[in-house]
């Protein structure tokens, strides 16, 4: 194998260049049969293999700084900088990122996983490098997808009028996670059907020159567009077409579920699933919680609940509208419901700002608007949640997916903060459903209302459904439901983690003869003060409990309301940190999180 | 006058034409003299009273909906649309906000103030619109300095694929508050020169149709151009050349410093300094602490204080980089000192995600950036200062100006949740100096350390200047510094509240015979839990003071360390809301802020 030889891109230069189309398969083996075992981002990467070839044989990396957008699609990057063995040793397999990773090796300039930002950070990079004198290339590459992000936008716009090398490569696949949405593709295409040339030119109207590669999949004719543009004096975008999943006939056809797979039997094509292993604590927990058989059954993800409950309403009131913003997947609006819907679907393409806007605009304007997305991602959007939609108080409904410990993993792909985040902003109403009943009367409700903005924190940890109808009326604002009055501990727990505090209570009275009070707040953006008051009467200490980051969360909020008062309160949660890749269970007993240790701690606490 | 007769948009229909140019004129006399009375945006407001006679000439509001961009620029529109008397009725110039607002009129359909969301949030009236198959216009106005936001791209590039009616005006001025920067002015430049032709166009690459009308500042041009387009059944963008500051001579010829303004004598456009009030509690606090001569001089603002500093390092130290988003006067960057700075200097133009992520890029290269801004513009970077930022952990320094009760009143540009955004990052080192000393120790410390981000949140209630140099070394993270130890209660005043705390502190001594201790903790980020502990000893209660939103903010993550002990603690700062100019000492007194009301609670406190 020429892959053998490959340690560094030093021993990449020294094939010639008529065998790196050899090279070229032998890594995308090596990635199909990394991809199948252990799962990850196929299309993206099948599809940038001669890219990243050619990019190592024309630049000096780490000299000339290479930065990739997401970074999802870096992986044969990684193998010729030197980290072959994780992509050809199935024991080493999890040693690396999905990502690049500074960390990792000295050819990673940043650790990426949201999208949009390449051009933006090597900007940083170009200037440093001028101010510095000193005359390395700065090459990025974005995909077109990522085009559609606001910070693409800022970062093409500011490098130019930087009058600098820069070079950035767009690796026009002809799509995005889904399809492509933005008027900006209509311009791509126009510059793809025309080799390069349109009526007009969105990086040439950025003030960027403009180079176009019909194949971009062809390691030779890449190798010479960058040998052209290698040391140029003037920001340039290289424009190349390639194809997503190239070389794995299922990821050809079917490029959306072939993004990001789960593992899969290579000949079939078929998701192989893990055998399931031995619950941890939380997951115990909310299975103990569910009583109904339904969460057996095809619809038992919040995802689908979803999906069927949003695509009832749609049809049967012309004013409701979902809305994703590059994902749809998120809440299961595949394909087929997304024509299915029509004109009451819009897809905004990666631009959380507008959907949060457009949101606004619509909820202001007599529709009825529910935007799901990824807790991480919406991230991007704190402001226009804040100015745009909250300060004019518009009854937009958000469905805020996977924020939680039990989310992804990676560390640039974390929903650790939304309660910090989005529990902090006036006028939100921020809600978190402990079973599937209560997610269905808080959709009702907020969909109903018109006086707020109203987020909804899907759980993350799994579907509960009790098979009893929810009929709280939400338009009482922080009313907190009390489960179970006990007295001197009561436990506060937040949405995905009421079934624990149910367990934690469980625990507490076996070990410990505890009647602990029981209470699910439902609400996160405010305190049911009457509830607490009267806690006082005959409890001595309040517990909290929630799936997420303790700084700025909801426990720090019952602590600052007890705190003049004799009430003991203790927050459980995870502390401030970035963990990366980490197991969930592991991480929560890192942060004194499990049964175990909260009955420790009670049993101090009720002693002194 | 013909503007006595104009009490809606049917009035202003019913003058000829030909005598809508007069009518511009009686505008703009009232702008100018309520601006010289009252302040405000002298520039956006007279260049575009044409235009916004032009659309109310045209369209039918508010079945046609107008939407502003900013919305700082909407005077004209305000005054037709039945709020004449907040611009010529002196006793009701406070009446009316600087910003459309919807509950000052139907014909405003969104309370804004942060830049380039216009046509993100229109694309949502539009999308309601087609939904309930109505057939109005939705037309938006957007300045050349609001395109470069990455949100104004996200709202192009989307409403670019939708294909039905929406007219968007590009005020193009020539500027933004300061000089435009970014590539796209090039191409704007090329199409203003070439009457609308150029050899790309960005907006038609954005999926608009695109018409040029040079002369923006001649109402029956714009009136002809409007009808032209009223009815469209696709997005198309108007392109108008308009004269900022149009009429009014000194803000023709300094076209920055007149973009807002204070008070003036119109003869000679000279401020008019209002005579000082009484001192609010905080601001005598501020005064009281305040031991030294110096800041009576020149130097005494921290804005100031802050361009000398860092003009000094950018003189000798070629690393120094500092950067703006379009407001270099937030740090005192005058003309003149960012010409000094040269390529030191580097204004991203509206651009704050790529502000952010340009100082993680530089710090990652070896620079030292420095990137200045208000508090409430960079709400729009959360996710960059999370992932781009500090996930990456580069030493990159954010300085935060007018976070605080004592900055911008307006709801649109309130900056009260810093510390709930800030704060609750993991990574990022947050500190608040309570006095210049500390300031000029910790920019130090910042820009010399390479190992965290550093934000550094600049006081807003005024200069304290002790003359008393600070030694602290900031590499021990989270230390607080104690400056009293007493016994009994301890108060945590951060950062420009400190010398409050110092007279809550004394008011105690001289009311209750409390000999307070008093906490500077300088780092938001962080606990000093071996110092927290240790008041447990011999205090029985801890008082927070904070500048800030209480939800989210510092106090609350002290009443969770305390929560599990007998400490009692109390935190102060303002409840979660969104007031909207509102007093400082008011907005205080309303949340018990004062000395009296904390004095109080303390009295009731120490007796349970």
Known sequence: MLLDSI???????????????????????????????????????????????AMHYVFNSPVDRLVFDVSHQSYAHKIITGRREAFTDPSKYDEDSGFTNPEESEHDWFNIGHTSTSISLASG?????????????????????????????????????????????????????????????????????????????????????????????????????LRELKDIDHPVVLHI????????????????IWHWHNPFDIATGKTVHAAAGKLDEVQAATAAANNASAAADELAS????????????????????VITSGTPMVVNFTKERRDKAGKQFVDVGIAEETAVAMASGLAKNGAIPVYAFSGTFVQRAYDQIMQDLCINDNPAVLLDFSSSVYGMNDVTHLSLCDIAMMGNIPNLVYLAPTCAEEYVAMLEWAT????HPVAIRVPAT?????????????????????????????????????????????????????????????????????????????????????????????????????????????????????????????LLAQNGVTLADMTDDVRKLIAE
Chains 1, 2 share one sequence.
């Open 302 to 321: 919040y995802e689908k609940l979803s999906a069927q409950w949003l695509m009832d309403k749609i049809e049967h009131d012309p004013r409701f509208v």
């Open 7 to 53: 340690n560094s891109p030093a021993d990449l230069k020294k094939i010639p260049e008529n065998e790196l189309g050899e090279l070229a398969k032998e890594i995308r083996q090596v990635l199909i049969t990394k991809l199948a075992a252990h799962g990850g981002h196929v299309g993206p990467n099948l599809g940038t293999v001669e890219l990243e070839i």
């Open 241 to 256: 077409c390639t194809e997503k999943g190239l070389g794995y006939e299922p990821a050809e056809t079917h490029k959306e």
């Open 448 to 451: 109903t209302q018109r006086d």
């Open 462 to 586: 799994g579907m509960v459904v009790t098979g009893v109808k929810d009929t709280t009326d939400y338009s009482k604002l922080n009313t907190f439901s009390m489960t179970h009055r006990g007295s001197g501990v009561a436990i506060v727990g937040i949405g995905d983690f009421f079934p624990f505090a149910e367990s934690l209570a469980k625990r507490l009275n076996e070990e410990l003869g505890i009647d602990a009070t029981l209470i699910n707040p439902k609400f996160i953006t405010g305190l049911d003060t009457a509830m607490l008051a009267d806690l006082e009467r005959d409890h001595t200490l309040v517990l909290t409990l929630e799936d997420g980051q303790l700084q700025g969360g909801f426990g720090e909020k019952i602590a600052s309301f007890y705190g003049p008062t004799a009430m003991r309160v203790k927050n459980y949660g995870i502390q401030k940190s970035f963990p990366d890749r980490y197991v969930p269970a592991q």
């Open 125 to 225: 990079l170009a200037k440093a490098r001028d101010l510095a004198g000193d005359h390395y290339n700065v090459v990025t590459v974005i995909g077109d997808g990522s085009l559609s992000g606001g910070e693409a936008f800022e970062g093409f716009d500011v490098v130019g009028e930087m009058g600098t090398n820069f070079i950035t490569i767009v690796n026009d696949n002809g799509m995005s996670i889904a399809e492509n949405h933005g008027g900006l593709y209509k311009n791509l295409k126009a510059l793809r059907e025309g080799n390069g040339v349109a009526s007009t030119n969105y990086f040439t109207a950025m003030g960027f020159d403009y180079r176009f590669l019909k194949d971009g999949n062809n390691v030779e004719e890449l190798i010479a567009a």
